[in-house]
């Protein structure tokens, strides 16, 4: 077995390993303005839930090298105070994948991507149409991990909604995999669909 110490490689290389390693990842689609109500949006995923009472969600931004560090996604949540998860299904993957690209602050990736922007009940970035699946947040915290490029700010927000489609709900709270059609991300360029699954009862 090969043993890698991170301080005798470089960041962009323990990136990969990492990548390769945490799979698959759900994927944050965060919908966000600035302070002057220019919309963003863009994937993230380093992704996860963190509490449930409150319910609490928790996603990381990279430092990026060069003169511009910080994604507009951070800076708009720093400036608001806001933003929102869309779950992202295949259906629309294509038009997710085309908000990664790095676009200058003016750009609106709602029309760069086609996607449909939706208001929301209790804050001012919309959601997205075409998700089955929103999250309302309010910013509770951002941990700063690293300020070197390759370095990640963890950005924790309160629920404030939920918004599930009606057709996807089981029950009063249990959501349809099959429906949802969520896809994942792997290393490099590769997805994964969550098609295949099996169940396995926790032992009493």
């Known amino acids: 077995m ?6 005798e490689h470089p960041a962009n290389d323990i990136y990969k390993l990492m990548i390769g390693i945490i799979v698959p990842r759900p994927i944050a689609f965060v919908s966000t303005v600035d302070a002057t109500g220019i919309r963003n ?16 969600v928790c996603f990381c ?11 507009d996604t951070l800076l708009n949540i720093e400036a608001t105070g806001e933003f929102v998860v869309n779950i992202v299904s295949e259906e629309f993957a294509a038009q997710m994948n085309a908000c990664s690209t790095e676009a ?13 922007p939706l208001p929301s009940d209790l804050i001012r970035p919309a959601r997205v149409a075409e998700s089955k699946i ?22 924790l927000g309160d629920v404030l909604r939920f918004h599930v489609r009606e057709d996807l709900l089981l029950d009063t709270c249990k959501v349809d995999p099959d429906k949802l059609n969520a896809i994942g991300r792997m290393g490099g360029p590769t997805y994964v669909r969550t098609h295949d699954r099996f169940d396995m009862q926790r032992p009493k």
């Open 2 to 7: 090969r043993v890698f110490d991170p301080s």
């Open 41 to 56: 949006l863009a994937p993230f995923s380093y992704f996860t839930g963190c509490s449930t009472n409150p319910p609490v």
């Open 61 to 71: 931004s990279a430092v990026r090298p060069g003169a511009q560090p910080q994604k």
């Open 104 to 116: 200058s602050p003016e750009v609106d990736e709602f029309l760069l991507s086609g996607l449909t």
């Open 134 to 155: 929103h999250l309302e947040c309010r910013l509770r915290e951002i941990v700063r991990v690293s300020q070197k490029p390759g370095g990640g700010n963890l950005v």
